[in-house]
Nanobody, 123 residues
Framework: QVQLVESGGGLVQPGGSLRLSCTAS?????????IGWFRQAPGKEREGVAL???????RYADSVKGRFTISRDSAKNTVYLQMNSLKPEDTAVYYC????????????????WGQGTQVTVSS
């Protein structure tokens, strides 16, 4: 059974950091062409945050460039999202997803989704 499980969310003050983890089971993250992090804030559409392909090609949304870093640990079958200099506008439910398209931001290109983890940035 293919499954993605996120963890690492929580409450953090502005300027703080969090590291999210996305652990895959039922497949290797190398078998899926792209693993992506997406987020959805209340009342807003789900949007892409960061993507990593099986060739380790990486893309970031403009809003997180220079603050967020996506990486992969193949031994643990896990993809991470390191989030630094967090802002209140980063508050959202963060999802990881796996798909067979190369670094696409298009949500229907992703076949597998995790349940999401809440990130709240507030003082």
């Amino acid at each position: 059974q293919v499954q993605l499980v996120e963890s690492g969310g929580g409450l953090v003050q502005p300027g703080g950091s969090l590291r999210l983890s996305c652990t895959a089971s039922g497949f290797s993250t190398w078998d899926i062409y792209t693993i992506g992090w997406f987020r959805q804030a209340p009342g807003k559409e789900r949007e892409g945050v960061a993507l990593i392909s099986s060739s380790d090609s990486i893309r970031y949304a403009d809003s997180v460039k220079g603050r967020f870093t996506i990486s992969r640990d193949s031994a643990k079958n896990t993809v991470y999202l390191q989030m630094n200099s967090l802002k209140p506008e980063d508050t959202a439910v963060y999802y990881c997803a796996g798909g067979y398209y190369s670094n696409s931001w298009y949500l229907p290109h992703y076949d597998y989704w995790g349940q999401g983890t809440q990130v709240t940035v507030s003082s």
